[in-house]
């Protein structure tokens, strides 16, 4: 069955560097969301990218954070400057295109991001 | 504004109970969808209603949808330790909004044999 992987699974960096997390979503997928969840709260959303641009983005997502579709397969979040409210889980999602049954998304496993 | 709440936070059962999970809007939902997060894990869909007094089930699962589009809740009957993890309800919002989901709080499900 085909799944949203991510990667690193685990990332630690210095407050104040940049950070890329990786996401290649299910490959016939049109809609692609990154969320995050600090930990023991609710999943929050960040951006929504369809069509190589962003649709829409909470307040969350400010000018430290861009997306990226640069392959047709990859899809990348990038904080440029991170800060220590940015740890957090980063979970990539994708659904499929419009007209199907469910809008139900498929979530990558995460990436655990702590900020030092 | 598009928040959904939800209701317990906590939820700690002995194996065999049922557990339910309330999920409250103050504006209509055009749909909701539910979610299951083990620990450690990441959410994984469960089931979306759109129409309104839905009834869905899945095996021991029952989730419903209120007849005013306000409210939905999700029913485990006889759970077992396997049920164990967070529930969330999520209005999903298209059209123009692509798509995106507001998640609830989350019901912490603990499920002691």
């Known amino acids: 069955e085909p799944e949203v992987t991510q990667t690193p699974s685990h990332q630690v960096t210095q407050m104040g560097q940049e950070v890329i997390l990786r996401c290649v979503p299910i490959?016939?997928?049109?809609?692609f969301y990154w969320y995050r969840q600090i930990l023991g709260q609710k999943v929050e959303f960040l951006v929504s990218?369809?069509?190589?641009?962003?649709?829409?983005k909470s307040e969350i997502f400010d000018d430290q954070f861009s997306v990226e579709r640069p392959d047709g397969s990859n899809f990348t979040l990038k904080i440029r400057s991170t800060k220590l409210e940015d740890s957090a889980m980063y979970f990539c999602?994708?659904?499929?295109?419009?007209?199907?049954?469910?809008?139900?998304?498929?979530f990558g496993p995460g990436t655990r991001l702590t900020v030092l | 504004g598009q928040q959904v709440m939800q209701i317990p936070q906590y939820q700690h059962v002995q194996e065999g109970e049922d557990f339910t999970t309330y999920c409250n809007s103050s504006?209509?939902?055009?749909?909701i969808q539910w979610y299951k997060q083990r620990p450690g894990g990441h959410p994984v869909f469960l089931i979306q209603?759109?129409?309104?007094?839905e009834v869905k089930k899945q095996k021991r699962l029952t989730f419903q949808f209120g007849e005013a589009k306000k409210n939905s809740s999700l029913h485990i009957t006889a759970t077992q330790t396997t049920d164990v993890g967070t529930y969330f309800c999520?209005?999903?919002?298209?059209?123009?909004?692509?798509?995106?989901?507001?998640f609830g709080q989350g019901t912490i499900l603990t499920v002691h044999p």
């Open positions: 209603l759109v129409k309104s007094g």
């Open positions: 990218f369809y069509n190589n641009e962003i649709s829409e």
């Open positions: 504006t209509t939902l055009s749909n």
């Open positions: 999602a994708s659904r499929r295109p419009p007209g199907q049954a469910n809008n139900e998304q498929f």
């Open positions: 490959s016939n997928h049109l809609y």
């Open positions: 999520a209005r999903g919002i298209y059209g123009t909004s692509y798509g995106k989901l507001t």
